[in-house]
């Protein structure tokens, strides 16, 4: 036995490791933006290298005969537009493009098509009906909306969340190589992929910095956005976005499949879901909940129950506040209490287990990655474990 | 650095491919670095500096700076090696601040009364109290010496890496735990619990 395996080690308890691991990952961003910058020799030597080269070939070129110049077809012309303080409006003929400040964007026309490529920020669009056209498409990061209809925004924080609203029309959404069609009065959103209605949009008031409208144009129908630039929308249009939205409640079933499908934690949720409760109040029967709560209530907290009933009895308790009763935020505050009374209880590992279930049912996040963290940590062996590391690695 | 064995090699690759989606700044990726290294720096900080009241900030710093500095690896040595390089100049940063004197915390149990008839409650006192005495030494101990020895005789690792670790040559190491070794066999002689508990390891 050496010196150092006679010393023992204190462990860090599991809270303060969570918080330590808080504070790295989230301080670790910061620093990996600001890297110290250790002194590149190589790199120097390198350069000078490069340019030694760079010069040679260049004296050898020069020495030759003139070559004529290569011409490459330039990309086709792009408008970056950036909008750090104000909103701002710009028209490009057959779509008018209103974004939000703290937007960034770029505005291409491949093969005649309108592609609006938004780095960031919120962009709201008013198309003309497109036709036999070549489509216009909105790519926010791995996400394309390309236009159906006519009047919808897009929301992009610059990494990875996305937000699609639908006003009027349709727009086709391409997720993930998963393709869904959002109808007026809906919003879809690339976290939860989730298709839900929404009310209709105020349409906003004159821009700040208004670009010149365009000239009008003999013979020409007036476009889309001129119609729809008073405020709210008139009634008739309400009405038929009312139905319009009816009619997207009653195609709920299938989108719901749809939705479903896109969800990025769907099969998290799923595994989550078909993990086992122990003492499952639907396979081990209870006949009225509350009294069955009461009664075990009477157990726990009795000086005379024995440990092994009374922590039997609390996990029951939280067990029954959560599958009958939909009261989880009791359920959790019962679990809380476990873990405090009976840290080697032999329901721990389930009590664990609960917590995760009821905190990531809610959502993967940071509650729900540490209740994981936790179950992971002190019940190594519990039959949880493999999904509880999907759940902290989840993105 | 050389790597032979199939298994060094993939961890290798497993280590270039994990900082380079740290680099990218994914949080799963800093999570799982912070998680595969955790361990093993804590206990190397821990056994240089002892039971201490700020091993949290410690660790945490410590993982901050390889964030900071993780452009930096160029993957000559072990992702492991030269995380353990940045916790060993946290901890040698924090050593010298403190003008040696390290916060020491109570050690955990320490109230726990141990019955005098018990072997096996008698050996842990003892261990107990001899890690108390060992790292008082400790306090009293050059930075560079602390670190050399705690490293080398605690922390069990080869003069060579220590030397490495600490950025200095093996002789200045070597010279460095001979020191530290008699300054404890000094205050040994004349602590018979320290004695008993050095007497114990080999």
Known sequence: VTLGQRIPIEPLEEERLVAIERAVVSGASDRLAHPTREPRRFLVLAAALVAASAAGIVGWRLH???????FTPSDPPALAVRTEAERATIDIGDARITSDPATAFRVTRPDGGVLVTLERGRVELAVDKRGA????????????VEVVGTRFSVDYDGLSAIAVRVDEGKVKVTHQQRVQLIGAGSEWKSSTGVVAAIEPRVVASAPVAPVPPPAPVPDRAPALHDRVAAAPPPPARAKAQKIERRAAAAEQPARGQAAIAADPYVDLKVAIRKQPIAFDPKLDGNGDAAAEIARLKKVAYSPTTLGGDASAALYRIAVLLHKPLKQDAEALRTLDIYRRRFSRGRELDAALWLRVRILCGRAIDDDCRQAAYSYEEKAPNGSGGEVAVRITNAP | MRHHDPVTVALYVEDVLLVDRCLTG???ATRELFRRHRNRVHASLYRVLGTNADMDDLLQEAF?????????WRAEASLATWIDRVAVRVAYRYLTRRGRRVVTAPLEGDDDQVPVDDAGGARRQLARDGVVRLYAVLDELSPAARLAFTLHEIDGRALAEVAELVGSSVT?????????????????AADPVLREFLQEAP
Not at chain 1, 64 to 70: F, G, M, S
Not at chain 2, 64 to 72: A, D, G, H
Request: charged letters at 30%; zero cysteines; hydrophobic letters at 45%.
């Open chain 1, 64 to 70: 030759d005969a003139p070559v004529a110049p290569v």
């Open chain 1, 133 to 144: 056209r070549p489509p216009l498409v909105v790519r926010a990061g791995e996400t394309d």
């Open chain 2, 26 to 28: 994914e949080p799963a």
């Open chain 2, 64 to 72: 901050l700076q390889v964030f900071q500095s993780l452009r930096n």
């Open chain 2, 172 to 188: 200045a190491t070597k010279l460095r735990v001979w020191r530290a070794r008699k300054r404890i066999e000094d205050a040994a």
